[in-house]
């Protein structure tokens, strides 16, 4: 009898241990299915939502760019590059606070990206916060580290918040990386100057010393200084004011892609299609293999009615960008415009099935039709 009481109980603590088992491995399976994987699907809508964005931002619709970057963070949160975005958005509408979160954000992903630091120095800049400044430019000098600009503009940063022992020590750092010059002469001698001389109120002093220290360091006309002065220009809303600086900074130099870019950017926000397609073509000599430069160019022969032209053009983008659902979604608006419905259907039709989901494109696909 104790021997059948035994066998039972051993028996019981057996299911147990293998219905405690069971749940073991279930919520282990359990957690792994929890875990946040970006899907293939997923991330074909995060691609498609992304360059719906830069189109929003491109044409200045915010609110929409915006939306588009949230549903990409609401499938992927630590996406760096929309928190970036979503910065610049924020800057362009001067919400500087907004802004400032947003790019810690992408700089707390991914720590390495310049751009990233650059956007978040100008917001310091603005805000007039030199000791993130200073972190700023910092960093800037890990990742660029014979960029002397970082340098100079850390030790104005420094003469800004008072600190001059810093500031010189900055300057006696970047002359032993990068050798003496003049501008360092001066900038030195007007330190000396101020520290002997009659001094106002010592935030004043400082501002007006670093301004003064900041002059020989920007050549207006070094094209990236020029560049610079464009992006700003740009951020501004003064958009044929950026355009003209742009064109002049191409005068001088070929060689700076993003300029390329920007112009054609800008070019296409004031309909300037002949001008879209005259650049576009100077910039495929330098860089062939750029979809965007075709992509740039086709839009612009479909606004001008070149549809033969612009089919060329599009084809050669989507040969370099194959996924790219802006590219596909224009391929299908040139078709449909050439005559060829059916085929256009098939294309915005693969768009929204990679998760391209905007209401214009559902209106195309349900009417039938291409909407401008």
């Not at 970036?84 to 919400?95: C, P, S």
């Not at 100057?193 to 002093?205: C, I, L, T, V, Y």
């Not at 501004?236 to 920007?262: F, P, S």
Request: charged share 25%; proline share 3%; net charge positive.
């Amino acid at each position: 009898m104790v021997r059948v009481v035994t066998d039972i109980q051993v028996n019981k603590k057996m299911k147990q241990l293998k219905w405690f088992l069971c749940l073991f491995f279930l919520s282990i399976a359990s957690a792994k299915a929890q875990q946040p994987v970006v899907s293939k699907l997923d991330s074909n809508v995060i691609k498609t939502l992304f360059y719906a964005g830069l189109r929003d931002k491109l044409n200045e619709n915010y609110p929409r760019a915006a939306e588009n970057f949230n549903k990409i963070l609401a499938i992927d949160a630590d996406n760096a590059a929309v928190h970036y975005e979503i910065a610049v958005l924020n800057y362009r509408q001067n919400k500087i606070q907004e802004a400032e979160q947003a790019v810690k954000k992408a700089t707390s992903i991914d720590a390495n990206n310049v751009w990233y630091w650059k956007l978040m120095g100008e917001l310091y800049k603005r805000s007039g916060n030199m000791d993130a400044l200073i972190g700023v430019f910092n960093q800037l000098i890990r990742l660029s580290p014979d960029n002397d600009a970082y340098y100079f503009d850390r030790s104005n940063a420094w003469l800004l918040s008072g600190k001059e022992e810093l500031a010189m020590k900055g300057y006696a750092e970047l002359e032993q990386k990068f050798g003496p010059s003049e501008e360092l002469n001066q900038a030195r001698a007007r330190v000396e100057q101020g520290r002997s001389g009659a001094k106002p109120a010592k935030k004043e002093a400082a501002v007006s010393k670093a301004t003064e220290a900041q002059k020989p360091a920007l050549d207006p006309n070094d094209p990236k200084v020029m560049a610079g002065m464009a992006e700003e220009l740009y951020k501004k809303g003064e958009l044929n004011a950026a355009l003209e600086q742009y064109r002049k900074v191409l005068k001088q130099t070929d060689q700076l892609y993003g300029v390329w870019e920007q112009t054609l950017n800008i070019q296409t926000i004031l309909g300037l299609y002949k001008e879209v397609i005259t650049t576009a073509d100077e910039a495929l000599s330098v860089y062939p293999n750029q979809a965007i430069l075709y992509y740039f160019i086709a839009f612009a022969q479909q606004q001008e009615a070149k549809y033969e032209e612009a089919l060329g053009n599009i084809k050669t983008a989507l040969s370099l960008d194959a996924e790219n659902p802006v590219y596909q979604e224009c391929y299908g608006d040139i078709l449909f415009l050439k005559g060829n419905v059916e085929q256009a259907l098939v294309q915005w039709k693969k768009v929204k099935a990679a998760g391209g989901g905007s209401d214009k494109l559902k209106k195309k696909i349900d009417e039938r039709k291409y909407i401008k």
